[in-house]
């Protein structure tokens, strides 16, 4: 079954780094726009950063804003998160998929049931 693949999680203590990836199991990114989104235990799925297909153009929630960097590598079909400067808060479930832009945000463009594993990230003392 086709998916994304999500890697590059673990336990990190606050004010560190993480650089996660997301790749395609047997599809190519290239020139569609993609998005991290996050899970924590009781809340609500949150839209982390988000990149276009076609100019590179990014977004960001303004939770993450200045400290989470988006980047994608179609070479490698590779989109990479960039965490820094990591709370607390920032704990989750991190999933990548194909996403939207919608105004002032944006969504992913499938159900959660045709998403990847996810990748888990603990940022802990």
């Known amino acids: 079954q086709s998916q994304f693949v999500e890697s590059g999680g673990g336990l990190v203590q606050p004010g560190g780094s993480l650089r996660l990836s997301c790749t395609g199991s047997d599809f190519s990114l290239e020139g569609y726009p993609i998005g991290w989104f996050r899970q924590a235990p009781g809340k609500e799925r949150e839209a982390v950063a988000y990149i276009e297909g076609s100019d590179d153009a990014t977004r960001y929630s303004d939770s993450v804003k200045g400290r989470f960097t988006i980047s994608r590598d179609d070479a490698k079909n590779m989109v990479y998160l960039q965490m820094n400067s990591l709370k607390p808060e920032d704990t989750g479930i991190y999933y990548c998929?194909?996403?939207?832009?919608?105004?002032?945000?944006?969504?992913?463009?499938?159900?959660?049931?045709?998403w990847g594993q996810g990748t888990q990230v603990t940022v802990s003392s």
């Open positions: 998929t194909h996403a939207n832009a919608r105004p002032g945000t944006f969504v992913p463009t499938f159900a959660e049931e045709a």
